[in-house]
């Protein structure tokens, strides 16, 4: 029963709206790696939309390449939450 628990962490997307989503390079490898050693499931980094005309930092809209560059996770998976 306990292996259908899923943890979702929302802390970067939520986050984002108190710091337009610029967090830097470092921090979120950073904090990536520790979530994935805690057992998170999921790591929502930021939202999959179009890109805004309004300054946003990289993880706003989190393109591929942006996901790409981070190290290698063990466990975590990550979702992005769709907006409009």
Do not use: N
């Not at 709206?17 to 930021?46: K, N, R, S």
């Not at 999959?48 to 996770?73: C, D, H, M, N, W």
């Amino acid at each position: 029963m306990i292996s259908m628990i899923k943890i979702l962490d929302c802390t970067l997307r939520d986050g984002g709206f108190y710091t337009q989503w610029d967090f830097p390079e470092t921090f979120v490898h950073a904090y990536c790696q520790a979530m994935d050693a805690a057992g998170v499931d999921y790591i929502e980094l930021g939202y999959r939309s179009f890109v805004k005309s309004e300054f946003s930092g990289a993880y706003r809209f989190t393109s591929e390449s942006t996901l790409q560059k981070i190290p290698a996770l063990k466990h975590s998976k990550f979702s992005r939450l769709l907006e409009f």
